[in-house]
């Protein structure tokens, strides 16, 4: 007869099992709404490297200033199939509706970043996506 230390352990480890199987097979209806914007930069030639950095750096505070902004990932293009079309720089913010998405263009935070990256940027590319899985 197994001891109740055991048997405890058990239903623990049972009931783990069950949330996470729960977890992985959840269906559409339980899935969170995601809206995704991305941002690519392509700096004009004779932006210098400092600025480069201070536009970034002013990119990457925004998610503190703005409660809309779900979460906020960025990188450097490191891709080697030579098809970026001189985009170097990537943003991706997730906002939950596009209600938020529509108050972070307004917002005074994102409208003074705008200021700030005016004349360093040759083009500026934005697409906007429902994350689907």
């Not at 239903?11 to 709404?33: C, D, I, Y």
């Not at 536009?55 to 199939?81: C, H, M, Q």
């Not at 972070?104 to 040759?122: C, Q, R, S, T, W």
Request: hydrophobic share 45%.
């Amino acid at each position: 007869m197994p001891s109740i230390a055991l048997s405890a352990k058990l239903v623990t480890l049972s009931l783990v099992l069950a949330l996470l199987a729960l977890n992985t097979h959840a269906g559409p209806e339980t899935e969170v709404k995601a809206l995704r914007h991305v941002v690519l930069f392509k700096f004009k030639e004779t932006t210098s490297p400092a600025d480069k950095k201070k536009i970034e750096d002013a990119f990457r505070a925004l998610p503190a200033k703005i409660s809309e902004i779900r979460s906020f990932e960025w990188g450097t293009n490191v891709s080697v199939e030579n098809l970026s079309q001189g985009f170097t720089d990537c943003f991706v913010l997730t906002f939950a509706s596009e209600k938020d998405r529509d108050a972070y263009l307004v917002d005074p935070a994102h409208k003074e970043f705008g200021n700030l990256i005016g004349g360093a940027l040759e083009k500026v590319l934005v697409v906007d996506f429902w994350a689907q899985k």
